[in-house]
């Protein structure tokens, strides 16, 4: 038994940076991750001579005043090296049409955009001033939704006048931006926006919130950026796990909690972990919980049977998506030539494929060879309950499926691929424990964005929920926000209330 201030319950990123937070603070902490590495969905995994990165390819926030970005440096830590992607990605609409790049130049994208959509600059306009408006406010730190009268305190510093214009707009969606500005017959720009805010939003144009959708839909470009980190994705991990280890915290790999309850006798919060049949405790004032909110069912039990409005919440939460991805490599000769690391592109039987093509020689395959890993959102439920070899059946023709529709895109020759495998939703409960592989966090529509949302502040004191359950849809960079937000409301519990970056 050991007991610390914190205990983390999951290394992936919201997990690393709020554990490495917190101990550069000087609190003891304990982080539990049932893998035998960390990152998660961020993490990588190594094929032969390949590295592939699991889930997230590309990172938000590295720029200067982006969220990764201030955290390394409040951590001390030099900032993995990276580069700026663009285009961000390249959009083929497969309508005939040429395909749309996503420039990282502001100027360059208006330009593009006024080619690409005409008549839609009304459309964006407002986009951006919603933006701005956003950015001012979240780089005050807000803390979303509240819960109590030291949160609310947060909302309110956190405004600027501009957020009480665009707040009228809480309950709006993109289409309903587009309705105002004219756009709602616009089909090219509704399928552009579709393919584009599904991957950051989990909805289309007809759900998600304006307020959101209006963010995630210029961060592509200056000020901000999307970059590709050297190496692998891995790097952003190691990083964190580096600098939780130099302040004296505690990181422990391959044991997977299961229940976590409230001593009564020894006023602690009681971590239970299993390895192997041996099984681990650990006592905490506080626990961070960031796997997916609907594994509190299986391992906060106890507590929320005694708390039965709270239980109904986890348990009508909306159905998230799951991921097939597909990892394959080849030589770079071996694919027509290309000019960006990131596609999108529609499948008339697959629907979107976003595609995510390595370096050559940024680390991931041996020089004159590349990795492309191509993913594409399905219905968790399709894949479970099948018999071993239905699912195999199934997995081998998206396998196929999806190698085919990339032979088609890139031009590649099918003789030509040097490796190729798939991940199903199977594949990733089993690498993150997301039940039912899960992946992404909550759909941002206006009934679960913002104060909608799910708070990171439970019904029970002491315990915390962060990671993309909480912030979902920007990846890496939503769960560092969210992790930097749980962290000031652990310290300001502890009566510590002006922690800033
Ligand atoms: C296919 C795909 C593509 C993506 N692309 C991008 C992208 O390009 N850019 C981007 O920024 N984001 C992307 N994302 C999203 C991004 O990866 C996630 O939002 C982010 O990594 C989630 O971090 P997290 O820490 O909240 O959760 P996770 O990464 O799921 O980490 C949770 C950790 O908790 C551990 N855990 C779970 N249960 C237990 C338990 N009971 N006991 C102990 N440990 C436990 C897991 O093993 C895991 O390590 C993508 C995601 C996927 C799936």
């Given amino acids: 038994m050991s007991k610390t201030e914190i205990v983390v319950v999951g290394a992936g990123i ?14 003891s902490v304990n982080l539990i991750e049932s893998h035998t590495q960390s990152g998660g969905c961020a993490g990588t995994f190594k094929r032969k001579k390949y590295i592939f990165d699991v889930g997230a390819t590309q990172v938000a926030g590295l720029e200067e005043g982006g969220i990764h970005s201030k955290i390394f440096k409040f951590l001390a830590i030099p900032l993995p090296e990276a580069t700026i992607l663009n285009p961000a990605c390249i959009v083929d609409l497969k309508d005939g049409s040429k395909p749309i790049p996503i420039w990282y130049e502001k100027d360059e994208w208006i330009k593009e955009r006024e080619i690409q959509f005409p008549g839609s600059r009304k459309f964006w306009r407002l986009c951006n001033l919603i933006h701005q408006s956003n950015w001012a406010f979240s780089n005050n730190n807000p ?48 399928n552009f926006l579709n393919l584009q805010l599904k991957l950051y939003s989990q909805e289309d144009v007809y759900q998600t919130a304006a307020l959101y959708g209006s963010t995630v839909l210029q961060m592509c470009q200056q000020p901000h950026g999307l970059w590709h980190l050297k190496k692998s994705m891995q790097v952003l991990s190691e990083a964190l796990e580096d600098s939780l280890k130099k302040t004296g915290g505690n990181i422990v790999f391959g044991q997977k909690v299961n229940s976590i309850n409230f001593d009564d006798v020894k006023k602690s919060w009681k971590v239970s972990a299993i390895s192997k049949r041996e099984n681990f405790e650990y006592y905490a004032d506080d626990v961070i919980y960031t796997p997916p909110a609907q594994s509190l069912l299986k391992n906060l039990g106890n507590s929320l049977d005694r708390n039965h409005a709270y239980k109904s919440r986890i348990q009508s939460l909306p159905n998230p998506s799951g991921a097939l991805v597909f990892y394959s490599a080849l030589k770079k000769e071996h694919i027509k030539s290309i000019s960006s690391n990131h596609y999108q592109f529609v499948s008339s039987e697959l629907g979107s494929l976003f595609v995510s093509i390595s370096e050559d020689g940024d680390g991931r395959a041996p020089l004159g060879e590349i990795t ?4 594409l959102f399905t219905k968790t439920n399709v894949w479970f309950n099948l018999d071993k070899n239905d699912y195999i ?107 800033n970056l």
Avoid at 161 to 178: C, V
Avoid at 372 to 375: D, P, T, V, W
């Fill in 14 to 27: 919201a997990g690393l940076t709020s554990a490495a937070i917190l101990s550069k603070l000087g609190l």
């Fill in 143 to 190: 803390v979303l939704p509240v819960k109590n009268l030291w949160d609310f305190s947060q909302l309110i510093k956190a405004l600027v006048p501009m957020n009480l214009a665009t707040g009228i707009l809480l309950k709006s969606t993109i289409f309903d931006l587009l309705r105002i500005c004219g756009l709602s017959d616009d089909q090219r720009l509704i």
């Fill in 372 to 375: 492309m890993i191509a993913s």
């Fill in 393 to 499: 059946k199934k997995k081998k023709e998206y396998l196929e499926k999806i190698s085919f529709a990339l032979e088609s895109q890139f031009e590649i020759d099918c003789e030509n691929w040097l490796h190729r495998e798939l991940a199903t939703p199977l594949g990733f409960e089993r690498w993150t424990n997301r039940p039912n592989g899960i992946v992404g966090g909550l759909g941002q529509n206006p009934d679960i964005f913002g104060l909608f949302g799910l708070p990171s502040r439970t019904p029970f004191k002491g315990f915390w929920l962060c990671g993309d359950s909480i912030y979902p849809g920007e990846g890496t960079a939503g769960v560092s926000q969210s992790a930097l937000m749980v962290s000031k409301q652990i310290l300001a519990s502890k009566g510590i209330s002006d922690f």
